[in-house]
């Protein structure tokens, strides 16, 4: 303050409009100089001209102190005597003092960004205002999370990483510069955006993310190349009925297909209610039977499997209110039936993954335009799927739905598997969730006609679907469940 009262009484001795640059302590302060008659304040009544506020352009790290000083002058430039009101957009105003018509205000930088600090002269209500810059360090980043955290991929193929910088919190960081590397490129590369190659068998490979001296790895196993047996699979789930219910004249459209392609007599769902059918179909463990759980699963999954081994997927879901949907029920829609809304791999990737969950509308398009996905997870609405509605109403509803893409010539020049069936019985208990109709239908490699009676359950079918487009790392309970070649030709 003593440097400002001395700079103050300078003012008086120089010309009105010459710039003048010092520091008051560790700050610097830039005052514009006025005309001020030696004669001091004038008296309460005179007219107030105009308030200078100085300096008027400040930057400042955070919570480093910076002082102001107004000066009220008369129309003909003289010091006027006012009351100075201060205020802030931002930060903290310490407290303010005058002396000699000059007042003062000590600021902090408290807050950071673009701030005003205005003075304000009563009488007169003349104002001036100074703008101030506040920068403050970025947060430090504590953490990188890599995922996914242990994806295979084959040889020859790549597999997308993605690493998110973290506050001790455990709040993302954006805006982060982050590398890359390989512990074993011989095995696998790894790009600067985080996309790995498969070059030879082996690993795991650690695959490293480093951003501002922090750093999380993924392990990446290469799996040698290998051939797959369908170009496209897809699976139609239906809803809470018995074997035997199906078998009558409710479901004619779906039987008539089991009596062309291929039935499995003894498929049996593993618990109720169905929710822990779907993570069985998606994971190979029950997970949960709490229908109504939202609980995020960070669990191998079919979604892990599929992108380690750079396959492309979608869940196409019935009255689903759009794309990248993540929430609960809505009208018709139930999330127990679509549990990828609940694999860590989709939920923890709003913009990524999660954007893989679409419409059912968009099944007919992506048709259309040949765009359909290696794997597709066809999920009807609680009416369509027999949940709500009758089995005829769901027969029908896979006739005027997946009938076009079965007699397309799409489906039957590709290597096409679609596979329907429930996710559990409506009330027998046997191995868990009760004998159901598992229906599946090829385009060129089915033993036509053909009935199993072997014991099967979900994590047969997640093995097959993963089996059947070449991919080789099997979640839960699918890495030893019985296989179910015999359907399909060599």
């Known amino acids: 303050m003593q440097f400002l009262h001395r700079l103050a009484h300078r003012l008086s001795r120089i010309k009105r409009g010459t710039l003048i640059t010092g520091a008051a302590g560790s700050v610097a302060a830039a005052v514009i100089a006025c005309e001020v008659s030696p004669s001091g304040p004038t008296g309460s009544g005179t007219t107030v001209g105009q308030l200078i506020l100085s300096p008027k352009v400040v930057t400042l790290q955070q919570n480093q102190l910076q002082d102001f000083m107004a000066v009220g002058l008369t129309p003909a430039g003289d010091t006027a005597q006012v009351t100075v009101v201060w205020s802030a957009t931002g930060g903290t105003l310490l407290g303010a003092s005058n002396s ?150 409710s479901m004619p459209y779906l039987t ?124 009807p609405n609680l009416c369509d799927d027999a949940h709500d509605c009758s089995l005829n109403t769901a027969d029908s509803w896979l006739q005027t739905n997946i009938d076009p893409l079965i007699k397309s010539t799409w489906f039957q020049q590709n290597n096409c598997l679609l596979i329907i069936t429930f996710d559990e019985s409506g009330g027998d208990n046997t191995h868990g969730g009760g004998r159901v109709y598992w229906v599946a239908v090829t385009s060129t490699k089915s033993n036509l006609g053909y009935q199993s009676t072997t014991l099967y359950q979900h994590p047969s079918t997640l093995r097959l679907m993963l089996k059947g487009l070449g991919v080789t790392v099997f979640p839960g309970g699918a890495a030893t469940a019985p296989d179910m070649s015999e359907f399909f030709k060599p």
């Open 256 to 379: 008539g297909l089991a009596a062309q392609y291929g039935l499995a007599t003894q498929y049996y769902a593993n618990t109720h209610p169905s929710i822990g059918n779907y993570f069985e179909l998606a994971t190979g463990q029950i997970l949960t039977n709490d229908d109504a759980s939202s609980m995020i699963e960070n669990v191998p999954n079919i979604v892990r499997s599929l992108v380690g081994a750079g396959k492309t997927w979608k869940s196409y879901a019935e009255s689903i209110p759009n794309a990248c949907y993540l929430g609960g029920d809505t009208g018709g829609y139930a999330r127990k039936h679509n549990v990828f809304a609940l694999l860590s791999d989709v939920a923890n990737d709003p913009t990524g993954q999660a954007c893989n969950i679409v419409p059912f509308t968009q099944f007919a398009s992506d048709m259309a335009n040949g765009t359909l996905p290696a794997f597709s997870n066809i999920v």
């Open 100 to 249: 000699g018509g000059r007042h003062y205000e000590r600021y902090q930088g408290t807050a950071c960004g673009a701030f005003t600090v205005t003075a304000t002269s009563q009488p007169g209500a003349k104002s001036d205002a100074a703008s101030v810059t506040v920068v403050c360090a970025p947060t430090p980043v504590a953490t990188v999370v890599v995922s996914p955290s242990a994806p295979s991929v084959q040889a020859g193929l790549t597999v997308q990483l993605t690493a998110t910088p973290q506050d001790a919190n455990g709040n993302p960081l954006t805006g982060r510069t982050v590398t890359w590397a390989s512990g074993t490129p011989a095995v696998a590369t790894v790009d600067a955006n985080g996309l790995v190659t498969g070059v030879a068998a082996g690993g795991p490979v650690t695959i490293t993310a480093t951003s501002e001296g922090r750093s999380g790895t993924a392990a990446v196993t290469v799996t040698a190349a290998g051939s797959s047996q369908f170009d496209h699979v897809f699976i139609v789930t239906e809803e809470n009925n018995d074997y035997a219910s199906v078998t009558g004249s």
